[in-house]
């Protein structure tokens, strides 16, 4: 089962839920607890601290970290934001016990001892507006500091659902983040992405339902983690066709072709609609036809430098009426925006369709201007799915995997490195691969955007894109050998992936 992201609404419903079984503060002082402790994890050595708290419970959080640290031997300083009263009977209980401490409390972090620690406790997901005044003014001032910077739940300024600024306004960055009862879907995606540094979830002992925003584990798609059957051959493993090669774009199907046979395609063959190709020297297993027979393929990738010609789109119509899996990228994607006829055959499709937009063709093919993609990405892959039918796979930092019946993931893997030509390419290959060895549907797209990403892990840049799929098969091999120890009768389990549910 994957990791559930619930959204503010499922949150609130817990949150009440609780107050009234365990009583009111219970929460909090877990929260508080829970935070304490991770920054302890995190910088053992007592040293100084600051803590910055809100006007509601996320400060009170904050507040109770702050006792609990002091009196694990922290120095620690607390500063309520503006100095107002706290708005919730748990916030107000919260500072008094800090105040009976006797501990001097700040109103502006700028009068605090320079401190090793900053914590953020100055909004949590009930931030409902753009930070101004004090409160935008302690942010800057948390993320001017040297220092360790840990926010609790999320970061300030940040929306838990979309993952970009509230009202536009940046607000703080942290390097950690330490998130209560579950994970947010903005953690995961967009701004989050940076906003976060690396995110704990502490779930304060509170078993979390399951939901339909999910973040991706391996355990999502442990059948294409077993290993093979022996007795096998590449009859076994399926054809994948790439239709591509508009001119001057040959690459991008070459790219996608070599990617499928990488990730354990029987055989791949191209089809190259305005150029002419016999063999690839650089990857002689391609196998060149001028025009592929549908029939005989498990999975086609089109789109990947098709160009727009009348054969492009007239290909792309054969393709859509075909019964094979379907992954529709690039040029593709773009031919769907605005054509109804096209859209139309789309969302008629039987066999499994796949579309892999990033975001600017996301908004071509909804109409929409680029920024209402990127300001709720969630919804919008959401969008994408109702409207064609297909699975979407929204490419980015965070990529969105989305079914019609409005399931969807957030992938966790992947970096800027992969923000480079020909790697969306990559994915395509890969997500028609696992298809032609006949995984089911969501196994195929979670593996592959998983193990894209993971294929880029640790690097910021310095990757090419046809480098991904071998990499990522390593990481597949390695899965597989973890899968096959776990499950060994005569073995000890020492693997580090869990694989039970
Ligand atoms: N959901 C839960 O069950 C739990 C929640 N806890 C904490 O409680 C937090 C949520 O608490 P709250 O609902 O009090 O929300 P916040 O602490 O985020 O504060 C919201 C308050 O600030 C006001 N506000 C919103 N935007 C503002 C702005 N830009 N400038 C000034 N005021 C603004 C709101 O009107 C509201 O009164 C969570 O993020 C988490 O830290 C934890 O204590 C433990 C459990
Ligand atoms: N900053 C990033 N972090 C994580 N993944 C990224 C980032 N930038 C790009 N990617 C991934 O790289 C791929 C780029 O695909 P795409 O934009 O279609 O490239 P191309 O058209 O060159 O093949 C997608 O899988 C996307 O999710
Ligand atoms: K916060």
């Known amino acids: 089962m994957s990791v ?84 919730t009977e748990q916030a107000k209980e919260a500072l008094a016990a800090w105040e009976a401490t006797g501990a001097t409390i700040y109103t502006d972090p700028y009068d605090t001892p320079k401190a ?28 001017e500091r040297r220092a360790l910077h840990v926010s609790l739940d999320i970061p300030t300024g940040l929306d838990s659902q979309t993952g970009n600024w509230v009202g536009g306004r940046a607000g703080c960055r942290a390097d950690a983040t330490i998130t209560f009862l579950s994970g947010k879907p903005g953690l995961y995606t967009s701004i989050g992405k940076d906003a976060c540094g690396e995110v704990q979830v502490e779930n304060l002992g509170i078993s979390i339902p399951l939901t339909k925003i999910n973040l991706t584990e391996v355990k999502d798609f442990k059948h294409v983690c077993a290993s093979r059957t022996k007795n096998t051959s590449k009859a076994d493993y399926g054809r994948v066709g790439v239709i591509g090669g508009g001119k001057g774009t040959v690459g991008a199907a ?30 002689p297993e391609l196998m060149f036809r001028d025009k592929l027979d549908l029939s005989e393929m498990d999975a086609v990738v089109i789109g990947c430098g098709l160009g727009f010609s009348e054969k492009a789109k007239a290909r792309f119509i054969e393709c859509l009426q075909s019964d094979a899996a379907l992954v529709i990228d690039a040029d593709a994607l773009t031919m769907v925006a605005g054509d109804e006829e096209l859209l139309s055959l789309v969302t008629h499709r039987r066999a499994h369709t796949v579309i892999t937009p990033h975001n600017a063709e996301a908004a071509r093919i909804l109409g929409y201007p680029l920024e209402e993609i990127t300001a709720d990405r969630l919804n919008r892959a959401l969008d994408l799915s109702v409207l064609t039918g297909a699975v979407t796979v929204l490419k980015g930092a965070g990529t969105i995997v989305c079914q019609r019946s409005s399931i969807s993931w957030i992938n966790p893997t992947g970096t800027p490195a992969l923000a480079t030509a020909g790697s969306g390419d990559t994915l395509s290959g890969m997500i028609a691969a696992m298809f032609a060895q006949r995984y089911e549907l969501m196994d195929c797209v979670l593996s592959a955007v ?38 060994h009768p005569l073995r000890e389990r020492t693997d580090p992936v869990s694989w039970e549910d």
């Open 4 to 87: 559930s992201l619930l959204e503010i609404a499922q949150l609130r419903e817990l949150e009440e839920k609780y107050a009234r079984i365990l009583g009111p503060d219970v929460l909090m002082q877990r929260a508080g607890k829970a935070a304490a402790e991770y920054i302890r994890e995190l910088h053992p050595e007592t040293c100084t601290v600051t803590v910055i708290c809100g006007p509601g419970n996320n400060g009170g959080d904050g507040y109770v970290c702050a006792k609990i640290l002091s009196e694990l031997g922290y120095q620690v300083s607390v500063v309520n934001v503006g100095g107002k009263t706290p708005k």
């Open 116 to 143: 090793q620690i900053v914590v953020d406790a100055l909004f949590g997901i009930g931030q409902t507006r753009a930070l101004v005044g004090e409160y935008l003014d302690a942010a800057m001032w948390f993320n």
């Open 254 to 283: 070459l790219i996608a072709a070599r990617s499928a046979l990488y990730m354990g395609a029987g055989r791949v063959y191209v089809e190259l609609v305005e150029e002419k190709m016999d063999l690839d020297p650089s990857v």
């Open 450 to 487: 998983y193990l894209h990403g993971l294929a880029a892990e640790g690097c910021d840049s310095g990757i090419l894109a046809s480098d991904i799929a071998p990499t990522a098969a390593e990481f597949l091999q390695a899965l597989r050998d973890s899968y096959r120890e776990h499950f």
